[in-house]
């Protein structure tokens, strides 16, 4: 079972809308979170952390953790064609050493249409 | 700032064939990783290294050799490649291994005639 599970696989949203993609987990033991991007033939790039409940804005970009439900959201506001790409939810355990290593969803692709 | 380089880019290889796949990076970090890309899949951990002489297997270990050289590098073996396998495999770092940012490489992309 995929213990990190994101939704949509896909998502098409027009130049300036909000985008909003959705992380689960089911594993109640994992308590941070990331979001990684990939554009197209590169390496993802971390966007985001988010460790305690609630919100967290960097810019355009908002996480929002729930760790009760054990779902993290990403909101994208005025969406930019550039914000195009892969998007990665990861996530690891509380705990150090081994158990602190990350765990990916299978990504969502946004495009952003001009 | 820092940067990771993976080589070669691209590589082609023949069914059974030995491979490897090398990585270094300059942040001075102490912990690198492989991971392997597969489309729909997402990353999946062949092995990592939290600091210089430590090896340790991810979910994906199975058909797959690993070195830490040195601090800065970090290679990958394919022991014997699949036919028609097709794949990206990233390499990254972090400060540790205790909930700190990844940063990726640009990918090596291997096919397996």
């Known amino acids: 079972q995929q213990k990190v599970q994101q939704s949509p696989e896909s998502l098409s949203v027009p130049e300036g809308g909000m985008a909003s993609l959705n992380c689960t987990s089911s594993d109640r033991n994992f308590q941070y979170f990331w979001w990684y991007r990939q554009h197209s033939g590169e390496g993802p790039k971390a966007l985001m952390?988010?460790?305690?409940?609630g919100d967290k804005k960097e810019g355009r970009f908002t996480a929002h953790l729930n760790k009760a439900s054990l779902h993290v959201s990403l909101h994208i506001r005025d969406s930019q064609p550039s914000d195009s790409a892969l998007y990665f939810c990861a996530a690891s355990y509380n705990s150090g050493g081994s158990n602190a290593k990350l765990t990916f969803g299978k990504g969502t692709k946004l495009s952003v249409k001009s | 700032g820092g940067i990771i380089t993976q080589t070669p880019k691209f590589l082609i290889g023949q069914e059974g064939q030995k491979l490897t796949l090398k990585c270094q990076q300059n942040f001075n970090h102490d912990t690198m990783y492989w991971y392997r890309q597969d489309s729909g899949k997402g990353l999946r951990l062949i092995y990592y290294s939290i600091t210089e002489n430590d090896l340790q297997k991810g979910d994906l270990s199975e058909g797959y050799d690993a070195s830490r050289e040195k601090k800065s590098s970090f290679s990958l073996t394919v022991t014997s490649a699949q036919k028609n396998e097709m794949a990206v495999f990233l390499c990254?770092?972090?400060?540790?291994?205790?909930?700190?940012?990844?940063?990726f490489g640009p990918g090596t992309r291997l096919l397996v005639l």
């Open positions: 952390s988010i460790f305690s409940d």
């Open positions: 990254a770092s972090s400060r540790d291994i205790n909930q700190d940012t990844q940063y």
